[in-house]
């Protein structure tokens, strides 16, 4: 199952600057995700990030692989519009090559243990065959502001 950017806004509560994925190219049903990240010399951050030199900060990398483990999270879920995915935490983080203008993130992120309210995944992020990051990171299920607490009754 692909995914355009108008189902990933759908999906997301994200929205420019911070939101970090353009496409879903694959998805294995509570196994893994694929998405893609088209990093332009556009991006907000690249302003401060190095004027001279511009590369993609690692912490965006990371949280452009959490918000596709965010997407793989919601799409399975039936009450998804009042839920949020918090990152819960990150391990074993690396950074192996500077990520540029131009290039294009491809996201994998495998599900390494899934539980109801929490998930914990392995994030790889590629600039074509070579890989550029990597990391494990956890992430929990809250309940929206202003959605979840409507239904409950009073």
């Known amino acids: 199952m692909a995914m355009d950017i108008e189902k990933i806004l759908e999906l997301m509560p994200h929205r420019y600057p911070m939101l970090l994925v353009d496409r879903i190219i694959e998805v294995e049903s509570e196994k893994r995700i694929v998405g893609l990240k088209n990093v332009t010399f556009n991006e907000a951050f690249f302003q401060g990030h190095f004027p001279d030199d511009p590369v993609m900060p690692g912490v965006m990398i990371l949280e452009a692989m959490a918000q596709v483990g965010c997407l793989f999270i919601l799409a399975g879920l039936d009450d998804r519009e009042e839920k949020l995915v918090y990152f819960a935490g990150i391990d074993n983080a690396r950074f192996r090559r500077p990520v540029r203008p ?16 929490t998930c914990k995944m392995r994030g790889e992020a590629y600039v074509g065959d070579e890989l550029a990051a990597e990391a494990e990171f956890m992430s929990m299920l809250v309940p929206r502001k202003g959605r979840a607490e409507k239904k409950s009754p009073s």
């Open 102 to 117: 131009g290039d294009q993130l491809r996201l994998e992120i495998t599900a390494l243990k899934i539980r109801s309210k």
